[in-house]
Structures are given as structure tokens and as C-alpha cells.
């Protein structure tokens, strides 16, 4: 529960005086009173600048505008990428095992399966990562049909099978 949400940023125009009592309304604080060196004024599509005069409508939400940390952003880059390495290692692993190198489609599932375990781990680490958690379990899970397939026989491939003892020769004595 965020006890804080994010607040939504209103620009408004300056308002004056003239125009405050033509709507009726009243202002809640007097903004006369108020320093105008304390006092930060937006004006749309220009640059901030301070009026001549301290009578107009300020903008509070510039104060508690909220920033991701840069922290979060690197971790949800590199799970990124540590995903995508996890995904194309598999994919590598699946495509060893249709040139009938089951070896190398072994240890290409087993890269893939330890990528796509850090990178689950790594989804564990901010909110932001948090996103990815799925991804990170397809990706397991991806490694693991990877290395099973390899671990199957080649269907193609005939049993290596011994040759055949040569005949037994026989000996002047044996016929007798």
C-alpha cells in the first residue's frame, strides 16, 4: 500500500486577480503574502520565470515529483539481457539437436538453464524487475525441454554395434 501515490503534474496559466473574482472563487491561502523569492512559477511551453508580481496561482506538485532510482532501470536492462541470452541459448541447444550434435546441444541447455536461473533471481531484486518473472520461468522451463530433448536418443542414428567374432579355426586334431 503506498501511503504516497504519485502525484499528477497540473500546469496552469497565470492567474490574476481581475480574473479570480469574476469566477467567485476565493483563494484558499493569500499568495500575497507569501515571499516571492521562495516561490516557483511555471509557465506552459517557456521557461520558468518569476512575475513582476507574487498574485498568481503556484504549482505544488514540482515538489514531490517522483523519480525511479537509475538502480532499478540497470537491473531491468541486464535481466533483459541475461533473458535474451538465456532464450537464444536454448534455441541453440534445440538447433544442435537437428545436426545431431546432442554434446553441444547439452551444454548450450545447461548455459541456458543457468542463465534463465540468474535471471530469475535477478527478477527478485525491484519492482520493475518484477516484470520479467514470467519471461524468466518460460525461459527455465525452455532449458529444461532443451536438455531433455538432447538427452533422447537420435532416432536416425543406428546403435553402434560390435563386429563379429571371427569364426573359430579349427585344428588337424580337432577333426580326428
Known amino acids: 500500500m503506498n501511503l504516497f501515490p504519485p502525484r499528477k503534474r497540473i500546469i496552469s496559466r497565470p492567474v490574476h486577480p481581475e480574473e479570480l473574482a469574476a469566477t467567485g472563487l476565493k483563494p484558499a491561502h493569500p499568495v500575497a503574502n507569501l515571499e516571492p523569492d521562495r516561490l516557483e512559477f511555471i509557465t506552459p511551453g517557456g521557461p520558468r520565470a518569476k512575475p513582476d508580481h507574487a498574485d498568481e496561482v503556484l504549482d ?11 538502480t532499478h532501470a540497470r537491473v531491468y536492462r541486464l535481466t533483459q539481457f541475461t533473458l535474451l541470452l538465456a532464450f537464444l541459448s536454448a534455441i541453440a541447444s534445440l538447433v544442435s539437436l537437428i545436426f545431431e550434435e546432442p554434446e553441444i546441444g547439452r551444454s548450450a541447455g545447461a548455459a541456458s538453464a543457468a542463465l534463465g536461473a540468474i535471471a530469475f533471481w535477478m527478477t527478485t531484486s525491484g519492482k520493475l524487475a518484477e516484470r520479467l518473472r514470467g519471461y524468466a520461468a518460460a525461459a527455465v522451463a525452455m532449458a529444461t525441454v532443451a536438455i531433455g530433448a538432447n538427452l533422447l536418443p537420435i532416432s536416425g542414428a543406428e546403435p553402434e554395434s560390435h563386429p563379429a567374432p571371427p569364426p573359430h579355426k579349427t585344428t588337424r586334431n580337432s577333426e580326428n
Not at 61 to 70: F, N, P, S
Open 60 to 70: 505544488p506538485t514540482v515538489i514531490a515529483r517522483r523519480r525511479r532510482k537509475h
